[in-house]
């Protein structure tokens, strides 16, 4: 008699390399017990021949229920489309928001996604529906200071009562594996010093992260320096803001003592290339962080500036970009953003037990079909250049997270795709006409 679950597979990424064959099993308590090459006595489970397993994919930096914005304002520059999208999150409703984040849930686990940092509207019903469907969730309450009522059409809370449901969340969910709750304020232009410093003190007190975001844009960067004659990052090390556990979005227009700052508080930074790159926002010095040892992960952001939640693309540009950029094949390696596409990214949002195909570890892990035409005729000594430059979204098969097997053949377990894409569009013709 067996409690393992047992997969086999052709190859298997671990952090020390490709096995190939290979075996992964976990147990009832969703860990990985074993990862390896196949084991004679074993009984398998699932039988994967035709599949490479490798861990699953962390989102660094999303707005998911901004899934019905998708496409809303393609050709906008970056505070054109702030205002845009802004002024349809007037209208939004909490069953927009519903189906919003339903629908990334769904293209996140397609897509092979199993944990993704958000900073958004959340409430516990919102929450819920990550926990149903299997993904974990490190959710920041998304706020812009004091007075301000970040979404009238769903909530009158102002920002000071945002940080109060933020701290009784983080509360409740503060034993859930699959649950990180955190405050949310915007960035430094939208906030002012006396929030982000109230914000510093009651992560502080209460021992609940922040994401924020950081420099994405050269105009933020230049109206941070006008109202306080520093950079954001130096600014918000002014507020000694940097003591609390900190995961900053973007950081495209940082300077070295900023990356400086960065590593010596242990702040953590979503790379987000195409948002930035589609946005007009500039290239972050993505290779000097990975140099100064910053942790790290690679991110979305909304598909409203995106426009896809598929990872696999924005790990394929975290590479290519900084070579192309610096006329430098070296820049940044495929194994590199791997690594922070996955273990990286898990410890950067919270979740460092998910990640990587080793023993103790959660089973978060993906299955990549080897039989698509786009990996013939790679020879499996060359999975992870397979992964990092010629694997989409379309080729993950299996999702199994913390060992539950949420899609399964191409087929979602624990949500409905059909109707969420049905509800996605009655909800965006009403928003956007
Ligand atoms: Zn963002």
Known sequence: MTTETVLRADALLTPAGTIAPAELAFDVTGRISYAGPPRAASTVTHDLAGHALMPGLVNGHTHSAMTLQRGASDDESFMQWLATVQGIEQRLTHDDLIVGLELALVEMIETGTVAFADMYYWDETLIERVRAAGMRVFAALACNGNDNVAFPSVSSMTGAEVLTEVERLAEKYREDPLVRVGFGPHAPYT??????????????????????????????????????????????????????????????????????????????????????????????????????????????????????????????????????ARQDAAAVLGPQTIDIATRGGAAAIGFPDSGALAVGRFADVVAVDLTVTAAAPVPIESLVAHLGYGATGRDVRHVFIGGRHVYADGAHQTLDADAVRARAREARARLVG
């Open 191 to 324: 906030c002012t010093p006396e929030f982000l410093r109230e914000v510093r003190e009651r992560a502080l007190a209460g021992d609940i992260p922040i994401h924020t975001h950081i420099s994405e844009s050269a105009a933020e960067v230049a109206q941070i320096r006008e109202q306080y004659g520093k950079t954001p990052g130096d600014h918000l090390a002014s507020l000694d803001f940097f003591d609390a556990d900190v995961h900053a979005a973007h950081c495209v227009h940082i300077t070295g003592d900023e990356i400086a700052t960065f590593a010596a508080t242990g702040t953590s930074v979503s790379h987000n290339p195409v948002s930035n790159l589609k946005l007009g926002n500039g290239i972050a010095p993505f290779p000097e962080m990975i140099a100064a040892g910053l942790p790290l992960a690679i991110g979305t952001d909304s598909v409203a500036s995106n426009n896809s939640l598929d990872l696999f693309e924005e790990l394929k540009h975290a590479t290519i970009l900084h070579r192309g």
